[in-house]
């Protein structure tokens, strides 16, 4: 498990992932990058669950990115339907938090594009405790990336699935 917050405020796009990858009630490692860039594209992304998986859909995402032009919209779209239907990846295991200077999802394994409202996103063990921290702290003169970081930081102190060795990308 992991968590993952995708922060938007001030025209910054920001997302944040602690670092801890565990297997059962062990901690295997605790400097996994779960961020990733698409530099050419102006897009992050976040992914929580099994690692290999989310790598997968990764890759898949950019080639879909790719394929239409840089239309995050239409990428998401194409991934999920690939996801839901596709024999190989409908075993994947992973939640996705996507983000561009114009829209965020979440992208599940069950064919779901989801646009939350408001300017946080939060995914995975200790999402919804970051997604509260970030909720919270919005409305403070901190940057975005500031944000992102304290929210898992106080993820970090509440489960035990996530620690705060965090990885932050922006655009």
């Known amino acids: ?14 997302v ?3 670092g801890q990858v565990s ?3 062990t901690v295997v490692k605790s400097t996994a ?5 698409i530099e ?9 669950g099994s690692t290999a998986d989310a790598l997968t859909l990764f890759e898949r995402l ?5 394929k239409h032009a840089g239309n995050l919209s239409r990428a998401a779209v194409e991934l999920a339907k690939d996801w839901r239907t596709d ?3 409908r075993r994947l295991e992973a939640l996705m ?5 114009e829209n965020s999802y979440i992208i599940s394994g069950t064919g779901d594009v989801l646009e939350p409202e408001g300017d946080v996103i939060g995914i995975g063990s200790g999402g919804n405790y970051a997604l509260a921290a970030g909720k919270v702290l919005m409305n403070t003169d901190m940057s975005a990336e500031q944000v992102a970081k304290k929210a898992i930081e106080v993820a970090s102190e509440i489960c035990v699935f996530t620690n705060n060795n965090i990885k932050i990308e922006k655009i």
């Open 1 to 14: 498990m992991t968590t993952i917050v995708l922060i938007r405020k001030n025209n910054e796009v920001v």
């Open 16 to 18: 944040a992932g602690d």
């Open 23 to 25: 297997m059962g009630n």
């Open 33 to 37: 990058s779960k961020v990733r860039k």
């Open 40 to 48: 050419k594209r102006d897009v992050v992304a976040g992914f929580a």
């Open 62 to 66: 950019e080639a879909k990115i790719e």
């Open 87 to 89: 024999k190989y990846l």
């Open 97 to 101: 938090a996507i983000g561009d200077k």
